[in-house]
């Protein structure tokens, strides 16, 4: 096996992202050399289990570690208080102690409630991140941001909690679904517009790029952002790009539009918005690129529609609402505005 990249986040914690392609059967020995021998407790789903849970489990035991595994449905509709008190009963019961860990073996749904369940079992363990989907490698496994969803609305509990280790092997991203490949490049093109416009050009032209460099790059560009706004009180508001139109289309179809075409159509209406708010003018080059990548461009829902969507989101702070609107490729600001304004310029987008 090649030497890992290695990306360092200097958080509340400082912890490694390491990655590789073909390093899964590896992960025993890596995190033996920085942990000491105890149980690893792997939450997953019922579709990377079968996949790579014995990869995990054997490496990990042979290195020393004891293992207890628990799996669950997977998709979003498993990201419950209910499941994470089940994950914490079976810690329970195998008698995980806080000088164990736990282990994320999965995408986003996975990573974000085996975080939360170990921030909050016995007042916080330790927790490694092993990605398997795209947008869990760029996104959701840095950060520290664990959540799960109550009917009130996706993320509303949850807890800042930074992962001990990070954990990626690139080749498991070859047994994903294409659809959920695709989602994690709406947020690969965003970590573009947002900071970086070579990483925008490098990945303009879909499959043109290698993978894991391009990977390690919109890790670099969180790591940086988590670094100066751990807790999202600044400049984190950044990668909500797209987001705030994406989450109201999500939401308005039932979740039948999945989180990235929703997010790959938000980022078009966020730069119609950024046009008319008196911005250049950069929705020809992104929607060039949403649709390359195969995403539908078109909005299905009124201004208004989202509108009452966007008001409604628990976390909006009073009654003004903050965009993130691109001014070049590769620089985006957050505009706060009265939440009329944002009706406003949804109107003239033509929504
Ligand atoms: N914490 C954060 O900062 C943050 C950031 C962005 C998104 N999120 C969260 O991430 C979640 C979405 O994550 P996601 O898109 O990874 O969804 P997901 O975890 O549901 O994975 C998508 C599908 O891919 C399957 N899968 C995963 N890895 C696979 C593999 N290697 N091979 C085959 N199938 C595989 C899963 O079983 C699932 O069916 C949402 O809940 C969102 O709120 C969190």
Do not use: W
């Amino acid at each position: 096996m090649a030497t890992p990249t290695v990306i360092t986040v200097k958080a509340s914690g400082t912890y490694d992202i390491l990655l590789e392609k073909g390093s899964l059967s590896n992960i025993g020995q890596t995190v033996a050399e920085r942990f000491k021998t105890c149980t690893i407790a792997i939450l997953s789903d019922d579709k990377v289990f079968p996949l790579y849970g014995k990869t995990v489990t054997e490496s990990l035991e042979k290195a020393g570690f004891r293992t207890v595994c628990h799996v669950i449905p997977n998709g979003e509709q498993s990201k419950t208080l209910d499941n994470v008190t089940d994950f914490i009963n079976c810690m329970t019961q195998a008698q995980v102690t806080r000088t164990d860990m736990v282990l994320a073996l999965g995408g986003g749904v996975i990573g974000d409630m085996a975080g939360f369940a170990a921030a909050i079992y016995l007042r916080g363990i330790p927790f490694i991140q092993v990605p398997t989907t795209l947008l869990a490698a760029v996104d959701s496994s840095v950060g520290g941001k664990t959540a799960v969803d109550i009917s009130a609305g996706k993320n509303l509990v949850g807890a800042f909690h930074q992962p001990s280790l990070v954990y990626l092997d690139i080749d498991t991203l070859s047994t994903l679904d294409a659809q959920v490949m695709r989602d994690g490049f709406a947020e690969v093109i965003k970590y573009g517009i947002i900071l970086d416009r070579k990483l925008f050009d490098t990945v303009a032209v879909p499959g043109s790029f290698d993978l894991k460099s391009v990977i390690a790059r919109c890790i670099e560009i969180k790591r940086d952002v988590v670094e100066q706004d751990e807790f999202d009180h600044g400049m984190r508001g950044l990668l909500n790009f797209g987001h705030t139109f994406g989450h109201a289309i999500e939401k308005l179809s039932g979740f039948t539009i999945t989180h990235g075409s929703a997010v790959a159509r938000g980022m078009i209406i966020a730069a119609k918005v950024a046009r008319i708010y008196g911005f250049t003018d950069y929705t020809e080059i992104i929607t060039k690129v949403v649709k390359d990548y195969g995403f539908e461009t078109d909005c299905p829902y009124s201004a208004d529609a989202l509108y009452s969507v966007i008001l409604s989101d628990k976390k909006r702070s009073g009654s003004d609402i903050t965009l993130v609107l691109p001014k070049e490729i590769g620089r985006c600001t957050l505009e706060k505005m009265p939440a009329a304004q944002v009706l406003d310029l949804m109107k003239k987008t033509g929504l």
